[in-house]
């Protein structure tokens, strides 16, 4: 074999770890335990994974049923959770490329794990989201940290600064601005979809002038967006409801402005 098969094979692989990884993480952003840029890093990849998808459905479902009763721990969960962590490794969900995967490796069960009830449940869930954090970020090494991307850069700048509107429905949208970087990134959670035949159009406003486009927000309740152009010397941050594809000028009243600190 050639050395450049040999760097070959050492890529293939490392590119597998790196989405094998990725799966992992599905209990973590379920339970909200992801950081902005570890969120915007999985969300890129929860667009194309069907199966994460899935799996973050199950588990948020999982956790608002464990929400709806209040119980009393048992006096020794904690314990038994802290003992028991060398027992429990979190497995992403199995994908069609499941056999080119490191395959898990079988440990010994805990007899604690058989009958605590309703509490062990929630304290696994947790417990999966900070041990797949924490062990499997592909990120957060420091063999190859590898080259951050334009939202990734924003979502760290020291600059930063975060603007949050609430809509009735309890939906969210926040706006991170970095003037260092000079752009701007969306993150809605919940987020109604754009009426039929409309899609929501985002605009920067710079002190003179009128708004530029900065592009359109994809059919996604929970979506991260890099907003297009320059906004290193933009006032505000605006989404309108436009017809399919975009207006040159918004031909509707915001549903949401941010206004971004000078």
Do not use: K
């Amino acid at each position: 074999m050639t050395d450049h098969d040999d760097t070959r094979d050492t890529r293939d692989t490392r590119d597998a770890q790196r989405e094998y990884d990725a799966h992992a993480l599905s209990g973590a952003y379920a339970v909200d335990a992801l950081d902005d840029l570890e969120r915007a890093r999985f969300e890129e990849h929860l667009r194309q994974c069907p199966d994460c998808r899935a799996e973050v459905d199950s588990l948020r479902e999982t956790a608002a049923a464990l929400s709806t009763d209040a119980v009393e721990p048992p006096a020794g969960l904690r314990a038994d959770v802290l003992a028991g962590i060398e027992a429990i490794r979190p497995l992403p969900p199995l994908t069609e490329h499941g056999r080119n995967q490191p395959a898990p490796v079988e440990r010994p069960r805990r007899p604690w794990l058989l009958g605590t009830g309703p509490m062990l449940v929630a304290a696994a869930l947790v417990l999966v989201a900070l041990v797949s954090t924490a062990w499997l970020r592909p990120w957060a090494g420091d063999d190859e940290p590898g080259e951050m991307t334009a939202t990734e850069r924003v979502l760290a700048a020291d600059d930063a600064d975060r603007i949050v509107q609430r809509f009735p429905d309890g939906s969210r949208a926040t706006v991170v601005f970095s003037r260092s970087e000079g752009r701007a990134v969306l993150l809605t959670e919940d987020m109604a979809l754009a009426p039929d035949g409309s899609d929501y159009q985002l605009w920067l406003q710079a002190p003179q002038g009128s708004p530029v486009s900065a592009g359109l927000m994809p059919d996604q309740a929970d979506a991260t967006v890099l907003l297009e152009g320059d906004a290193s010397r933009a006032t505000w941050v605006g989404i309108t409801v436009e017809p399919d594809g975009g207006s040159a000028q918004p031909t509707t009243d915001p549903i949401a402005a941010f206004d971004l600190p000078t």
